[in-house]
């Protein structure tokens, strides 16, 4: 979740994203036409992935194809439903179908790697006599199916994610639900630890400055934010989950539903308007 998968700049990026920690690597390259795909591109992988669970939970058969109208799409992400948004939609599309991925992640422990795109296709049709699309399909590559299916779903997250506008400010509550999530304690990283872990093509006194104002302004959904600096002089950025602030805390927050899934309540009444093929294409 955390993993520097995606450009966290609206602004194209062409330079690959060359990542190592420990044994686990990611080599991300973007297509010269098309650009890298964005953390804002990826909330259609997110609506994508809870599509796919929300199937499971009712028993019926997923496939990596989701037949789906843009409109829900949309708002399901809490994005508005204009002309120029359609735009933007079918640009996140290319990027998601032409983003090249090459990582070990689930190797587990045998020298393997996965070599994807974050989409393997997707089309659009569209009315003849009024030009207004009808309707949508995107077909999911396997290593991120896969990852749905085998692994016990997707994280929950906080529907006000998906009005988050900074790519540092959506990195670090991804960061923050995948370590802190429901820790009493929560989670903690040096400056440099988290510089190295984003993937960012900034420097690093430039993206210490984000952090430090995402941290400042503290609106991330869930989380508490703040920076200490240990007994060598590191600055130390610190995540925990408002619901364990202290009584009395202006910014704890009650326990949310642990049932309770990013856009549920969006788009589960246009339910079927979002439908599965019961068998991959295979085209």
């Known amino acids: 979740m955390e993993r520097p998968f995606f450009s966290l700049a609206k602004r194209p990026r062409l330079e690959p994203i060359k990542y190592q920690v420990g044994n686990v690597w ?35 058969k997923p496939s990596r194809t989701i037949h789906f109208h843009p409109y829900n799409l949309l708002r399901s992400i809490r994005r508005t439903t204009g002309g120029a948004d359609y735009t933007r939609l079918r640009a996140a599309l290319e990027r998601l179908t032409h983003t090249a991925v090459r990582t070990n992640i689930r190797a587990e422990g045998r020298k393997k790697f996965a070599s994807f795109h974050w989409l393997e296709s997707w089309t659009e049709t ?32 906080h529907e006000d994610y998906f009005l988050l506008t900074g790519g540092i400010e959506r990195w670090l509550y991804r960061v923050a639900r995948k370590h802190a999530g429901s820790q009493e304690r929560g989670w903690s990283f040096t400056m440099r630890q988290l510089f190295e872990k984003s993937g960012s093509a900034a420097r690093i006194s430039d993206f210490a400055l984000d952090i430090r104002r995402v941290v400042q302004g503290n609106q991330l959904p869930e989380y508490e934010l703040s920076i200490s600096r240990n007994g060598e002089g590191d600055e130390i950025v610190h995540f925990v989950n408002r619901k364990h602030l202290a009584l009395g805390h202006p910014q704890r927050e009650a326990p949310r539903s642990p049932s309770r899934r990013s856009g549920q309540g969006v788009f589960s009444p246009a339910w079927k308007l979002n439908t599965f093929l019961d068998e991959d294409s295979g085209d």
């Not at 036409?33 to 609506?47: K, N, R, S």
């Not at 896969?146 to 929950?156: K, Q």
């Open 26 to 60: 990611v080599d991300v390259s973007a297509n010269p036409q098309f650009g890298m795909a964005t953390i804002w591109d990826a909330d259609i992988l997110i609506w994508a992935s809870t599509q796919i669970t929300e199937a499971l939970d009712r028993n019926l």
């Open 126 to 157: 569209i009315d003849e006599a009024s030009g207004e699309p009808t309707g949508m399909t995107i077909t999911l590559p396997d290593w991120l199916y896969a990852g749905v299916i085998e692994r016990g779903g997707v994280l929950t997250i």
